[in-house]
Each structure stands twice: as C-alpha cells, then as structure tokens.
C-alpha cells in the first residue's frame, strides 16, 4: 500500500508498506516525493520500453508471417487463377525450398502434365480423324467394281465397244486417284475430275437415268482439299436420292468460295 504520512518536520512523504506473511508484520518505505516521482518515472519508463519491445516484435513477426505465409500463399493462389483462366506455363517463383514450395512444384507438375494431356488427347483425335479418313478413302465398294465390270461385259457383248473403252477409261482414271499414296491433299481440279470419271460410270450403269452438271468457280480450281471428298456426296445423292425418282434426275455440284451466291 501507498500513504501519506506527515514527519515531524511537518513534512510529507510517502510510505509504501508490504506486509509479511500472517504474522501481523510488515515492511515499510518512507519516500520523499522526488524518490517517489524517480521510482514512477522509472517504472513508467520500463512499461514503456516493454511495450515498445513488444510492438515491435509483434511488427517483425507479422513481416516474418507476411514474408513467409500470406505472399506465397497469395502467389499460389494466383496460379491458381491463371491454370483457371487457361494459364498452363511453368511459374519457378512459386517452387520456394520449404514446405509451400512442394505445393508450388505440385502445381508447376499439375499445370505441365493438363498441357500433356491436352496435347496427346488433341493428337490422338487427329490420328483418329486421319485413321477414319484413310479408312473413308481405302473403302472401294465391292458392289460399285463388280457392278462396273458387269456394265462394261454386257457393252462389249453388246456391240458398244466405244462406250466401254469411255468406260474402262474413266474407271481407269477414277482408280489412279483414288488409290495414289503420298497425295491426300490434292487440288481441287482434280477432285473434280476425279468426281467426273465417277458420275460417267455412274450414268452409263443407271442408263442415263440422270443428267449431272459442274458449276465450279476458275479462282477455285488450285485451292487444295482431301482426296475423295465429292465422291461420297454424290454417291448418298444417286443411292438415297435418284433411285427413288420415276423422271429423270439431275445432279448439280458447285464449288466457290464462302460468301458467294448459290443460284
């Protein structure tokens, strides 16, 4: 306890008293004023600089966790964002040599291996699409050769040698076409020769059942396209569309660049 007591001086001090143990004892300090205000200052003096030290611990260890935690965390989280936007290229400030720098490789390895995958799902379905594009081209129907030959026969045993050499000729081209290796990708003038020499065969074995046309734009004719295009187009037309007709049929095919008019 702190008190006020007056000396016989008529002066007055300050005595701190503390008592000891149960005894009914205690201890005092008599003060003058000047000690007493010295001992506050001092104590005040020492919270401060406690407090002080404190704070600034506090400051440097928030800087260390800033350090340490929220700005790797933010950079992860970042990179995050970026593989979720369609960012999949390496990041190496993420890969720190502590336990977050696992994290960041996982991501770094994440990120490479979704590239991967992309890529090999991207080149498997060209190989799938080549693969079904030779498969599309290698198919020469048994029935359309057979049945050729078949008209060519019953040409020859009928007298028209002419129209079977026309004949033999245009299956003769329709095959160097279709079966050349190495040229898959061919100008579009001989892609429509190629479409031609098949609707030739094609009118002699449906004995003129059907007139056919090219309406094909000259700027067009060095364009390149894959190899066999036309002719499963035309062959859909005659089988699910010219065998159904009782007049005759016509078969009008058109190549021109995008934009233009289809008259």
């Known amino acids: 306890t702190v008190r006020l007591i007056r000396m ?9 008293s503390r008592p000891l143990w149960d ?17 506050n200052q001092m104590y005040l003096l020492l919270i401060g600089t406690i407090v002080i030290i404190i704070g600034l611990m506090g400051l440097m260890l928030a800087y260390i966790l800033n350090r340490t935690i929220s700005q790797p965390v933010n950079q992860i989280r970042d990179k995050i964002r970026l593989i979720s936007e369609g960012d999949f290229s390496r990041d190496p400030s993420i890969e720190w040599k502590d336990e977050l720098g696992v994290i960041g490789r996982g991501i770094n390895q994440m990120s490479e291996n979704v590239v991967s995958l992309m890529d090999r799902k991207v080149e498997d379905e060209k190989q799938k699409k080549d693969l079904e594009y030779r498969i599309l081209q290698s198919q ?17 045993e009928q007298g028209r040698s002419a129209d079977a050499v026309r004949m033999v000729h245009a299956l003769a081209r329709l095959f160097r076409i279709s079966i050349s290796k190495g040229h898959e990708l061919i100008p579009i003038a001989r892609e429509i020769e190629h ?11 449906y004995k003129n059942q059907f007139t056919y046309s090219f309406d094909v734009d000259p700027d067009c004719l060095d364009y390149y396209c894959n190899k066999i295009t ?34």
């Open 8 to 16: 016989a001086d008529n002066t007055t001090r300050r005595m701190i």
């Open 23 to 39: 005894q009914g004892w205690s201890i005092s300090l008599v003060l003058s004023e000047q000690d007493y205000n010295a001992q």
């Open 140 to 156: 020469i129907n048994p029935h359309f050769l057979y049945n050729t030959l078949d008209s060519i026969a019953w040409m020859c």
């Open 195 to 205: 479409a031609e020499n098949y609707l030739e065969i094609q009118k002699y074995r």
């Open 230 to 263: 036309l002719q499963p187009i035309i062959e859909n037309a005659i089988l699910h569309g010219l065998d159904l007709m009782v007049e005759e049929g016509r078969i009008r095919v058109y190549v021109g660049q995008e934009g233009d008019d289809i008259l």
